[in-house]
Nanobody, 122 residues
Framework: QVQLVESGGGLVQAGGSLRLSCVDSGRTFSSYAMGWFRQAPGKEREFVAA????????LYADSVKGRFTISRDNVQSTMSLQMNSLKPEDTAVYFC???????????????WGQGTQVTVSS
């Protein structure tokens, strides 16, 4: 069972960068594909990026492709999301979660963390 905690959010100007982390305090991190989702005020939670169990397959939402990079370290039980060239529309609470396979579908994920706020000012 994964036990996920996100960190690394904050306030940044447009064009800036942030690096989010998702740490699993359980003992099963390497057994799962992992994903990042985000939810802006008044909007549904949406897919951002996903990575398979060993870090060889990655998926990205079109809105972040080329700007965000997902990675994982199974030794440290940590997943990261490097976010560059941030835009005001990236403002949201970012969540990590686990799945059997890297997918875009929110319903296939579980073990959601509490989220970390990212705010991009114009």
């Amino acid at each position: 069972q994964v036990q996920l905690v996100e960190s690394g959010g904050g306030l940044v100007q447009a064009g800036g960068s942030l690096r989010l982390s998702c740490v699993d305090s359980g003992r099963t991190f390497s057994s799962y594909a992992m994903g990042w989702f985000r939810q802006a005020p008044g909007k549904e939670r949406e897919f951002v990026a996903a990575i398979d169990r060993i870090g060889t397959i990655t998926l990205y939402a079109d809105s972040v492709k080329g700007r965000f990079t997902i990675s994982r370290d199974n030794v440290q039980s940590t997943m990261s999301l490097q976010m560059n060239s941030l835009k005001p529309e990236d403002t949201a609470v970012y969540f990590c979660a686990a799945a059997s396979w890297p997918r875009r579908n929110l319903e296939e994920y579980n073990g959601w963390g509490q989220g970390t706020q990212v705010t991009v000012s114009s």
